[in-house]
C-alpha cells in the first residue's frame, strides 16, 4: 500500500470517542474470536500495508494494558509490523465482513487492497485505522519474537498449524489509545 489514499484527520465525522481501555465493555475474548479485525503497520517511508488478524489477546502485562496479536511471518504485513514502532488493531463492523476478509485472503504485495475494498484508510493519531471503524487500538510495540516450535508443547498445534509454515510472530503492544464509534 501507498502513501495515497490517507485522510489525516482525527476527527473524521466528528464520530470519534476516545475511551479509557479499562472501559471497554465487551467481552476480551469474543473480541478476536468473534469479530473482524485488521492489523495495520507502516515503513519508515511512510507506505503502509494490513492484514486480517485473527488471534489475539488483550490484556495487561509488566503494569500495562496491552494487544498481542499473532501474524504468521509469510504475511506481507510482517515486514511492516518489524518495522513500525506503533500498529493498529482495528475492528470492524459486520457490514465489513467481504472486505476484512478479502484482505485475510490477498497480499498488499501482490494487489492493491484499498483499490480492491471499500475500505478508507485514515490517520487517526499517528496511525493508520480505517473509516467506519467499530473500535481501534492504537498500540506501541513493546515486544516482538516468534514461537519456537520446541516450546509449543502440544504436537497437534505443531501438525495442524505448523506444516511446513513457520510458527507465527508475537507482537506485544501497549495500547496507547482506544477509540469507538
Known sequence: MGKNNLVNDNKINGTNKRIDPLLVKDNVINEFKNNLALVTARKKDGSFNFCTVAWGSIGELWSKNVV???????????IFLNEDQYFSVTFMPNSYQKDVLYCGSHSGKDVNKIENTLLKPIILNDAITFENYRRVYICKKIYQDQFKLNNILDNGIIKKYYQPEQPHNIYIGEIIEVYEQ
Not at 498481542?68 to 510482517?78: D, E, L, V
Open 68 to 78: 498481542t496479536i499473532y501474524i504468521k511471518p509469510i504475511r506481507h504485513t510482517s
